[in-house]
C-alpha cells in the first residue's frame, strides 16, 4: 500500500504569506511640543538670516521643525532672487497655468516654497519650482520661503518634491543631472549618494533619457530594478560606466522595435507590447525575487531578442501579459 504521504489528492492551497505591517508609532510619541519650537537660535542661523537681508529679503521668524527640532528661516525673498536647482525636472506649463489662475483667483500664497543658500550666495528651490514659476506668471514681487540651512539638502529633491507627481522620465533626468552636478562639487563614490538618487536604475535611465527623449523606459525598469545597483566608483568614473550601461540598454531597445514592428506586421495591435516583447526575454522573469549582475543579464536579453521567434507568439499570449 502506498503511504499516504505519497498518494495524490486535491492540492491544498498554499498558505497565504503573512504581510509585514509596519508598527504605528504611538500618539504623540515624537519630535517637540508646540512651547518648543521657539527659543535661542544657534549663531550660524542669525548669520544667515543677515544674509538674507543683506540680499534684500526679510526675515519673519525663525523655529525649530516639530519633528526632528531642526532650525529653520521663515523669509521672504525677492522673486528674481530664486532659483529652481539646475538638476531639476523641466516645468509643466499646464501645472503652472493652473496654479497660477488658483493663487491668482484667491489672491493669497499660502504655500511657502523650500530654499537652500549655497556658498556663493544663490538660492535655489528643490521643491517649489512650479510655484515659483506661477508667481513669477502672475507678476508677483517677492515670495514667501522656509530656509533650510543645510545646502546638501537640495539633493534630495526626489524626496522633498511633492507638489507634482513625478514619473519615470522626470525622476530619471533629475537624477542624471543631480549626478553631474554632484560630480564636480563631491566627487565620492556614486554608492554614497543612495539617499539622493533612490534608485540605481534610475542613473542609467536617466542617460538613455538624455539621448532619446521618448525613451519608453518603463518597460526596461522592472528588470533593471534587479540586476542595476549603486556602483563604488567615485561619480566622474561612474558616469561614463552608465553611458556604457545606458548604450546597452538602448541596443536592446532597438532590437525590441524591431520585434514590435514583426508583431505588428503580423497583425497584433496591443499598447502593451514592448512589455510583453521585454517579459518574454527577460532571464529573470519567473524567479520570484532572483537578481544578477548587469552585464550578463543584458548578454542574454540581447542574445533571446536576437533569437526571438515571432511565429510562436500567439495574441492570447499578449493579451495575458
Known sequence: MASP?????????????ATRRRKKAAPRSRGLAADKLTGEAPEGLHDLAAAVEEDG???IGMYRD??????HLFAGLPIGAVQPTPFQRDLSDAHVAKLATA????????????????GDGQYWTPNGHHRLAAMRRIGAKSI???????EELAYRILALNTEKAHNLK??????IRMAHELSMLYPRPEKEFEAEFEEAPL???????????RFAGSAFHPVLKRIDRFLTARLPEALQIREAR????????????????????RGFDSPYLRNFVVARINPLRWKRGATGEFDPIMDKMLDAIGKFDLDKIRMDQVARS
Open 170 to 175: 522626470e525622476r530619471s533626468l533629475e537624477v
Open 57 to 59: 529679503g526679510s526675515v
Open 103 to 118: 493663487v491668482d483667483k484667491l489672491d493669497r500664497f499660502l504655500d511657502p516654497i523650500i530654499v537652500v543658500r549655497s
Open 203 to 213: 542613473l542609467t535611465l536617466g542617460v538613455c533619457y538624455q539621448a532619446k527623449p
Open 5 to 17: 504521504l505519497l498518494t495524490k489528492g486535491p492540492r491544498m492551497p498554499a498558505k497565504a504569506k
Open 246 to 265: 545606458a548604450a546597452r540598454v538602448m541596443e536592446l531597445d532597438a532590437a525590441v522595435n524591431v520585434a514590435i514592428d514583426g508583431l505588428k506586421a
Open 66 to 71: 516639530p519633528l526632528g527640532g531642526n532650525w
Open 144 to 150: 514667501t520661503i522656509l530656509l533650510v540651512p543645510e
